[in-house]
C-alpha cells in the first residue's frame, strides 16, 4: 500500500540490459571481481526462452480483511491533515471473502497467469493470521489460509508486506507503539538510522507468521516508504531474515517502481561468496507500472487501458514487451475487489485476454521468485568459448536459460554435466524454444536449457 501511491515514495534502481545480437556483454554483478568480461564475444544471454517476462504484483493483500476498510482510519489519525484518507470507509466492506480469491484465483491459472501476493500476517491490527482473527472464526481463518496455501502458492510468491502494513510493532510485546504518527507507521519507517539486524530482526517477525501457518516465501515486500531511509541496510536485512527463516537461497524483494525509461530489470545487490559453497546476494525486482486498477483503497474507477488497450496496441504493458523489457504489472488486491463490484477484476481479465492476443508467443508469466533467480544466474555466470562451444561456470541453477551463440552448427549442440551429455532437440519457430532445444539462426544458435549450478558445458559439433 501506497500513500496516496507507491511512486510518491519511491525512485526506482536500475539494472542494464544485456548487449547486442550474437555478441553482446552482459554487465557484471555487483561486488563482481573478475578481470575478463563474464560474457565473451559472440555469446548473449537472452530472456528465459528468448521471450519477454510478464509478473503481476498484488500488494495489500491478505486472508479475508479488506485492507482500504481497516487501514483508512489509521492512516487518517497518522496524517489528520491529509484529505485522501477522510473517505467514508465505514461504508466500504470490512472483508474481501474467499469466494473472490477462489474466483481469481482459478481464472488467472486459467490463463497461466503468475506474480506476487502478498499475506500481510497482522493487518492493520485486526488479528494475527497464525492465532485468531477477530470478526471471523477460526474454522474460516484456516479455510482461507488453506486457500492461499493451494490455490495461489503454486503459480504466486507470497510475500509478508511487513507486519501490521499500519502501526509498527513493538516486536518484544506484539503490541503496536503507543505514539501514533507518520514516524510510528510501517509506510514511513524507519526516520531515523536503524541497524541490518534491527530491520532483519522486524523483517523475520513477519516472516514466521507465515511459516506458522505454512506458507512459502522467498521475499518480502514494503509497505510503501518502508526502509527509504536506510535502503542498503533494508536491502542486506532481506537477505538475512529471509535466509535465516525460511532458507531461501536467492531472496528478493519488492519496493521500486520503475516508470518512463528507467530500467524495468531486477538489480543484484550485497553480492558475495560467488566462488564459495554459500554464494550470497538480494534481488531487487521492480514494477513497471502503476496502480490502475482501482487504487489501493478500492475506491477509484479502474482505468485498465492505462496497462493495455483492449487491442494491445497501446499501454505501459505493451510498451514495455515491444522494448523487450520485463513487464510486471503492479495492482492493489482491493483495488481488484472494487468495494465488491469486482470492476478491477474485470478490468484486470480484459488487459491479460488482449495481451495473450497479441503477445502469447513473446512472453512468458513468472513468479518474482523465478524472475530473482534467473536474474541471479544471468548477472553470476561466468561463461568461456572455444572452438568446441561453451563452458558455464554458475553460482546459481536457473531454469529455460537461453543463449545465443554466433556459430555455424553442424550437429545437434548437447548439454555436458558431470560426463553426461544430453543432445538439445532442434525446432524451428523461437515460440518453439523451451529447456532442451535449440534454434538455428542465420550465423548463430539459440540454446534453451536448465543451468545447472557449478560447472556445466554446451557442446557445439
Same mark, same amino acid.
Given at each position: 500500500m501506497s500513500l496516496p501511491t507507491r511512486r510518491d515514495f519511491l525512485m526506482a534502481g536500475a539494472a542494464a540490459a544485456a548487449g547486442g545480437l550474437c555478441g553482446g556483454r552482459a554487465p557484471r554483478a555487483e561486488g563482481s571481481s573478475d578481470a575478463e568480461p563474464r560474457v565473451p564475444e559472440g555469446v548473449e544471454i537472452l530472456h528465459p526462452r528468448a521471450r519477454v517476462p510478464l509478473s503481476f504484483i498484488i500488494d495489500d493483500s491478505t486472508c479475508l480483511v479488506n485492507m482500504g476498510h481497516f487501514c483508512m482510519p489509521q492512516f487518517a489519525e497518522a496524517w489528520p491533515g491529509r484529505e485522501i484518507y477522510r473517505k467514508p470507509w465505514k461504508s466500504w466492506p470490512r472483508e474481501i471473502p474467499d469466494d473472490f480469491v477462489r474466483e481469481f484465483g482459478e481464472w488467472c491459472a486459467g490463463r497461466g497467469v503468475r506474480g506476487k501476493y502478498s499475506v500481510v500476517p497482522y493487518p492493520a491490527c485486526v488479528g494475527w493470521l497464525d492465532r485468531e482473527l477477530p470478526g471471523w472464526s477460526r474454522r474460516e481463518l484456516l479455510s482461507s489460509i488453506r486457500l492461499v496455501r493451494d490455490l495461489l502458492a503454486p503459480a504466486w510468491d507470497i510475500h509478508p508486506e511487513m507486519i501490521s502494513h499500519t502501526r509498527v510493532i513493538d516486536i518484544r510485546t506484539g503490541r503496536p507503539l503507543e505514539e501514533i504518527s507518520a514516524a510510528t507507521m510501517e509506510n514511513s519507517f524507519p526516520q531515523t538510522t536503524k541497524s541490518v539486524d534491527e530491520l532483519a530482526s522486524y523483517i523475520a517477525y513477519a516472516l514466521r507468521?507465515?511459516?506458522?501457518?505454512?506458507?512459502?516465501?522467498?521475499? #518480502? &515486500?514494503?509497505?510503501?516508504? *518502508?526502509?527509504? !531511509?536506510?535502503? /542498503?541496510?533494508? /536491502?542486506?536485512?532481506?537477505?538475512?531474515? @529471509?535466509?535465516? @527463516?525460511?532458507? !531461501?537461497?536467492?531472496?528478493?524483494? *519488492?519496493?521500486? @517502481?520503475?516508470?518512463?525509461?528507467?530500467?524495468?530489470?531486477?538489480?543484484?545487490?550485497?553480492?558475495? +561468496?560467488?566462488?564459495?559453497?554459500?554464494? $550470497?546476494?538480494?534481488?531487487?525486482?521492480?514494477?513497471?507500472? +502503476?496502480?490502475? *486498477?482501482?487504487?489501493?483503497? +478500492?475506491?477509484?474507477?479502474?482505468?485498465?487501458?492505462?496497462?493495455? &488497450?483492449?487491442?494491445? /496496441?497501446?499501454?505501459?504493458?505493451?510498451?514495455?514487451?515491444?522494448?523487450?523489457?520485463?513487464?510486471?504489472?503492479?495492482?492493489?488486491?482491493?483495488?481488484?475487489? &472494487?468495494?465488491?463490484?469486482?470492476?478491477? *477484476?474485470?478490468?484486470?481479465?480484459?488487459? #491479460?485476454? !488482449?495481451?495473450?492476443? $497479441?503477445?502469447?508467443? $513473446?512472453? @512468458?508469466?513468472?513468479?518474482?521468485?523465478?524472475?530473482?533467480?534467473?536474474? !541471479?544466474?544471468?548477472?553470476? &555466470?561466468?561463461?568461456? $568459448?572455444?572452438?568446441?562451444?561453451?563452458g558455464l561456470s554458475a553460482a546459481f541453477a536457473a531454469g529455460d536459460f537461453t543463449l545465443r551463440v554466433r556459430t555455424e552448427v553442424a550437429a545437434a549442440p548437447a548439454l555436458l554435466r558431470r560426463g553426461e551429455a544430453v543432445p538439445l532437440r532442434e525446432v524451428r519457430r523461437a515460440r518453439d524454444l523451451e529447456a532442451g532445444t535449440w534454434l538455428r539462426e542465420e550465423r548463430c544458435a539459440l540454446l534453451c536449457f536448465d543451468l545447472p549450478k557449478g560447472e556445466s558445458r554446451i557442446a557445439i559439433g
Open positions: 507468521i507465515l511459516k506458522n501457518c505454512e506458507l512459502p516465501c522467498e521475499g #518480502i &515486500t514494503t509497505p510503501g516508504g *518502508f526502509g527509504n !531511509a536506510v535502503k /542498503s541496510e533494508l /536491502s542486506l536485512a532481506v537477505q538475512e531474515a @529471509v535466509r535465516d @527463516v525460511y532458507g !531461501a537461497e536467492i531472496p528478493h524483494y *519488492f519496493k521500486y @517502481v520503475s516508470g518512463g525509461d528507467e530500467s524495468t530489470e531486477p538489480k543484484l545487490e550485497h553480492v558475495g +561468496g560467488l566462488q564459495t559453497d554459500d554464494p $550470497r546476494l538480494t534481488v531487487n525486482v521492480p514494477a513497471g507500472t +502503476g496502480d490502475w *486498477f482501482g487504487n489501493w483503497d +478500492g475506491d477509484e474507477e479502474p482505468q485498465g487501458h492505462r496497462y493495455a &488497450t483492449d487491442d494491445a /496496441s497501446g499501454g505501459r504493458m505493451v510498451e514495455l514487451i515491444e522494448q523487450g523489457r520485463p513487464a510486471l504489472m503492479l495492482c492493489h488486491w482491493p483495488g481488484l475487489y &472494487t468495494q465488491g463490484t469486482k470492476k478491477g *477484476f474485470q478490468h484486470l481479465q480484459k488487459v #491479460i485476454l !488482449a495481451l495473450e492476443s $497479441r503477445f502469447s508467443d $513473446r512472453t @512468458v508469466w513468472m513468479k518474482l521468485s523465478e524472475i530473482a533467480r534467473y536474474w !541471479a544466474a544471468r548477472e553470476t &555466470t561466468v561463461i568461456r $568459448r572455444d572452438p568446441k562451444g561453451v
